[in-house]
């Protein structure tokens, strides 16, 4: 694992535009980031991201498959007494997962760690699905890497195979989100493409301008049932909603199904690591009442409130000073303490591994740089290749 400085493609913005990247720079800052980008041999992304990153889905989903039959668990997780049941009976019918990404914490110098899995509403997928690739692909052109440098990157390939296996082709499938959050509305619209590729029909519906009917079906714009729908809108919100009563009346088929809510909750890491103590790719993790919250606190930790998003509200620990995330309001429902895991750096660059998950698979890899320990909203997206 190297970080290497490159050379700007001299139009990359004008390019970002014209295929719809129109967030690659937020509030002023550089987002899309291609003055470097962190390379890697073919043997080290195989045998520290993308197997570990397999089985540690697989121990989620066997954790899944504990917490709806555990009211301690379900109680754990701070999922509403009202949603267990409801969440239980996604899991117990089989919905499909459509995709995940964990993120992790590797330097090149021993096994990937699991910082968090983003589980139900990941973002930058835009980013590593398509427009990765394309830098990857022009700068081979020009000349800058050698002919033959890859990627690990079948996300977009992934993403489209995934649709048919979870809806048959001519299937009517809304797409939901905010509809004037910038970013989140570029990540549905990518997604609505590789839905229509696959041979869904796909309508965006903005997420207020959806109903219930008497009988608690959700209902779109035009009061037609809506049979599936794809949400970029997180459960823990979701299952405090006015109609979340409503749920398990609906006869709608949810992406990210109603299970994912157990994951997408960062007290899934101190239940990993009591269930799989010192397996390799996990961190100690405990819940700060516990005896082993009480004694990570005097040792180089970090603390996550369970539903914080980049990096808000985290607090960190490094043995010598106290690092802090923007406040953002997140923490009412508690949260974990985590042992810290050293990131990748280089000349005052922190980075973070996101391994993307298709299906049961790992299928791609991205990585965000932010100038502190503590990966923000506005943390760089560096591209990555495969040399070697």
């Known amino acids: 694992m190297q970080r290497r400085v490159m050379t700007e493609r001299p139009n ?10 129109v967030f690659h720079h937020v509030n002023g800052e550089i987002y899309w980031d291609e003055r470097a980008c962190w390379a890697f041999t073919l043997d080290e992304v195989e045998t520290m991201i993308e197997d570990p990153s397999t089985e540690l889905y697989a121990l989620c989903l066997a954790l899944v498959d504990d917490a709806v039959k555990s009211q301690e668990m379900m109680e754990q997780l701070c999922i509403p007494e009202t949603a267990w049941d409801y969440i239980a009976n996604s899991w117990r019918s089989g919905e499909a997962s459509l995709y995940g990404r964990f993120d992790l914490a590797y330097d090149g110098t021993g096994p990937a760690k699991l910082l968090e899995f983003n589980a139900d509403t990941p973002t930058s997928i835009y980013e590593t699905a398509y427009f990765q690739w394309l ?12 002919e033959g440098t890859d990627q690990f990157n079948r996300l977009h390939e992934a993403l489209m195979e995934r649709f048919t296996q979870i809806l048959t082709p001519g299937s009517h499938l809304h797409f939901t989100g905010v509809a004037d959050h910038v970013e989140d509305r570029a990540t549905v619209l990518y997604l609505e493409d590789l839905a229509r590729q696959a041979g869904l029909e796909a309508t965006f519906l903005p997420i207020d301008d959806i109903a ?27 299952l405090r909603e006015s109609f979340a009563a409503h749920l398990g009346k ?48 005097t040792r180089p930790h970090v603390y996550k409130p369970l539903f914080s998003r980049e990096g808000a509200d985290i607090s ?28 990748a750096q280089s000349g005052g660059n922190h980075a973070v ?28 997206y560096v591209p990555h290749v495969i040399i070697g």
């Open 12 to 21: 990359w913005q004008q390019v970002a535009e014209e295929n719809g990247f």
């Open 135 to 146: 830098w990857l692909e022009d700068v081979v052109a020009m000349g800058q890497l050698p």
């Open 212 to 238: 219930v009917d008497r009988n608690g079906q959700f209902l779109d714009a035009q009061d037609a049932p809506i049979g599936a729908l794809f949400k970029l809108y997180p459960w823990e919100d979701l």
């Open 250 to 297: 609906s006869q709608t088929l949810f992406i990210e199904p109603a299970w994912k809510a157990i994951l997408s909750n960062k007290a899934i890491l101190p239940l990993l690591w009591k269930r799989h103590r010192n397996h390799p790719n996990l961190l100690p993790a405990f819940f700060p009442e516990s005896s082993g919250g009480l004694e990570m606190v």
């Open 316 to 343: 960190l620990f490094d043995g010598r000073s106290h690092h802090k995330g923007p406040e953002q309001g997140y923490g009412a429902e508690g949260g974990i303490i985590q042992a810290l895991a050293p990131l």
């Open 353 to 380: 591994v996101g391994s993307w998950i298709v299906g049961d698979d790992a299928v791609a890899m991205s990585i965000r740089e932010d100038s502190g320990p503590i990966t923000r909203d506005l943390a760089r």
